[in-house]
Every structure is written in structure tokens, then in C-alpha cells.
């Protein structure tokens, strides 16, 4: 993974400063977005990583911070794992 180009899973964009991942996920209704919104909150107790998230009837906004001071192997590894809990499911992923 080089710092401009990281290896990101579809959709996520990369910032360096201060280190974290986004995307936004589509959904075409209410009910898809909150049955997604509790399969990514199984996720996270599962797996101990408590994304920041925005949200409103039919969009998830997610954002992974870094588990370091820069992005690693790991984080695009939880970002691949996020888009996955979401197939296939959202709108214009």
C-alpha cells in the first residue's frame, strides 16, 4: 500500500490526515438501511470496531479511523469486510 494509492475496497475513500476511511452506502428503502444498520452493529461487537457513522432513510455515511498514525493493511481489511456486510443490498455501491 503506498500513501497516495492505497489498496481500498470499492467505493471507500482514503484520507491521510488525520488517517481514516469513508463511504457512503445506499439503500433503497428505510427498512434496507435499518436492516443494515443492525447487521453493521453485530459487526461491530463481533469484531470490537465501532465505526463513526451518519445516517438518514435510505444512506449510511462510515467512517473508519486508522488503528495507527497511518493507514494500514488492517483498516482496508475492515473496510472490505464493512462492504461486504452490505451485499447486496445498497443502491449504486
Sequence with gaps: MTETEPDLAPGWQ???RPPLLTRR???G???ETRAWLDTLAA???RSGVYPD???GRTYVN???GAQGPALQPEDLRLAAEV???AAPSPVGA
Design 14 to 16: 482514503a484520507q491521510q
Design 25 to 27: 452506502f445506499e439503500f
Design 29 to 31: 428503502s428505510y427498512s
Design 43 to 45: 459487526w461491530s461487537e
Design 53 to 55: 457513522l451518519n445516517f
Design 62 to 64: 462510515v467512517t473508519l
Design 83 to 85: 462492504t461486504a456486510l
